[in-house]
Nanobody, 116 residues
Framework: QEQLVESGGGLVQPGGSLRLSCVAS????????MGWYRQAPGKQHELIAQ???????NYVDSVKGRFTISRDNTKNTVYLQMNSLKPEDTAVYYC??????????WGQGTQVTVAS
């Protein structure tokens, strides 16, 4: 059974950094394009960063230059390094594949709160 487990969230002051991790199991991770999404209260899931099987990355404009997505296929893990965090980055963060997203399958996510 496919499973994605996110971790690394927390409370951080504006301007701070966090590194999120997402460990995959029950899937051929190296063959899956991976994305990081976030969901703020009252809003839908927003795709903010993607990394393809070949390592090509894409970012939404609001995080470009501040966030970095990477993957380690030997550990079945995708990361999101978040720097220069802003209050508007506060959300629950999820990793996912497109196949799971369209079926509305999500993990438990990890809460990121940016506040002073």
């Amino acid at each position: 059974q496919e499973q994605l487990v996110e971790s690394g969230g927390g409370l951080v002051q504006p301007g701070g950094s966090l590194r999120l991790s997402c460990v995959a199991s029950g899937m051929i991770f190296r063959l899956s394009d991976m994305g990081w999404y976030r969901q703020a209260p009252g809003k839908q899931h927003e795709l903010i960063a993607q990394v393809t099987t070949g390592g090509i990355t894409n970012y939404v404009d609001s995080v470009k230059g501040r966030f970095t997505i990477s993957r380690d296929n030997t550990k079945n893990t995708v990361y999101l390094q978040m720097n220069s965090l802003k209050p508007e980055d506060t959300a629950v963060y999820y990793c996912n594949t497109e196949v799971r997203r369209v079926q509305n399958f999500w993990g438990q996510g990890t809460q990121v709160t940016v506040a002073s």
